[in-house]
């Protein structure tokens, strides 16, 4: 048995699958027949990495981004969320121009890959996943008649797919992990799932919720490690995987404060018993109905 996760570049074409080392033919350029076509037809999933460049790009915040540039989907039958950009009414990009990429330099992971697809796998039993890669040939894209031959690593190498390949490994492990573990843990709760959406997201949120004081009291990180979080996205972005991992898969990835556990279990005591006592005076109060109408 082997798990996959479809990374967000999908088609509905069926691909030829390849290896890091197989060779490609293609070449996209600005005086190709079908320049932009495929940007007109744009059905791009962002990843958290992909968000942070672009509201960066755009001067705006995760949530100004979010709200002007998105539409939120459900990746997967358990509800988890997704985003992706945001089109026209006729299924354009919302950054495509005559030019081309308005935001070229920062433009998503799936459009770097295009006309690649990439998909991460792991047997049973093994803990590394394998990365492979799938060529997509849709009628619109020309750029499969060109000359140019590249090796997909090199094809990726153009396309300056390193460092969010790096950004993104952790967050599509995460995800990787969610649907290996399959319905034997049942759907996530619905908190469980809004967690997702914001340390995922919407990291002006998790920002807010790492800097309260409830979590001061209940982690324990160092005033360097608050300093970084409270200024760099990067480091919020990567401290944010930890904590999915945390929240949704109870892995011990962030310190807790001593005692605090036990704090917790005391809390709880206090309305458990709070509880108990609301139940006690329910079936008192019905017994006392009952008797009053006898
Ligand atoms: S972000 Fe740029 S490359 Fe990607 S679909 Fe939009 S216009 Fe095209
Ligand atoms: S060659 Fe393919 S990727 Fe390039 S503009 Fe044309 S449709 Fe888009």
């Given at each position: 048995m082997s798990d996959e996760l479809e990374i967000p570049f999908k088609?509905?074409?069926?691909?030829?699958?390849?290896?890091?080392?197989?060779?490609?033919?293609?070449?996209?350029?600005k005086g190709i027949s079908c320049f932009n076509a495929c940007c007109k037809q744009a059905d791009i999933t962002l990843t958290p990495y992909d968000i942070l460049r672009l509201k960066d790009r755009l001067g705006k915040s995760f949530s100004e981004f979010i709200k002007d540039h998105t539409v939120p989907f459900?990746?997967?039958?358990?509800?988890?969320?997704?985003?992706?950009?945001?089109?026209?009414?006729?299924?354009?990009c919302l950054f495509v121009t005559e030019e081309g990429c308005s935001v070229y330099p920062d433009r998503p992971t799936s459009c770097r890959y295009y006309p690649l697809g990439h998909m991460a796998m792991r047997k049973a039993g093994v803990s590394e996943e394998e990365t492979h890669y799938f060529l997509v040939k849709e009628d619109?894209?020309?750029?499969?008649?060109?000359?140019?031959?590249?090796?997909v690593q090199e094809y990726l190498h153009d396309q300056e797919t390193g460092l969010y390949d790096q950004m993104n490994k952790e967050w599509l492990q995460i995800l990787l992990k969610k649907r290996s573990a399959g319905p034997s843990v049942g759907r996530p709760s619905e908190t469980s799932l809004q967690f997702f959406f914001m340390a995922s997201y919407n990291l002006d949120n998790f920002r807010a919720?790492?800097?309260?004081?409830?979590?001061?009291?209940?982690?324990?990180?160092?005033?360097a490690t608050y300093a970084a979080?409270?200024?760099?996205?990067?480091?919020?972005?990567?401290?944010a995987n930890k904590m999915m991992r945390q929240v949704l898969f109870g892995e011990k990835s962030i310190p807790e404060?001593?005692?605090?556990?036990?704090?917790?279990?005391?809390?709880?005591?206090?309305?458990?018993?709070?509880?108990?006592?609301?139940?006690?005076?329910?079936?008192?109060?019905e017994q006392d109905d009952m008797y009053d109408n006898t």
């Open positions: 088609s509905d074409v069926m691909p030829a699958k390849l290896e890091l080392g197989s060779e490609l033919r293609f070449r996209c350029h459900q990746m997967d039958q358990d509800g988890v969320p997704g985003i992706k950009l945001r089109t026209d009414n006729d299924g354009a619109h894209c020309k750029g499969h008649e060109e000359d140019q031959v590249l090796t919720f790492v800097m309260s004081e409830n979590f001061r009291n209940t982690y324990e990180l160092d005033d979080l409270e200024k760099e996205d990067q480091a919020l972005l990567q401290f404060k001593e005692g605090v556990w036990d704090k917790r279990l005391e809390g709880r005591k206090e309305v458990w018993e709070a509880r108990r006592q609301a139940e006690i005076a329910r079936k008192q109060a």
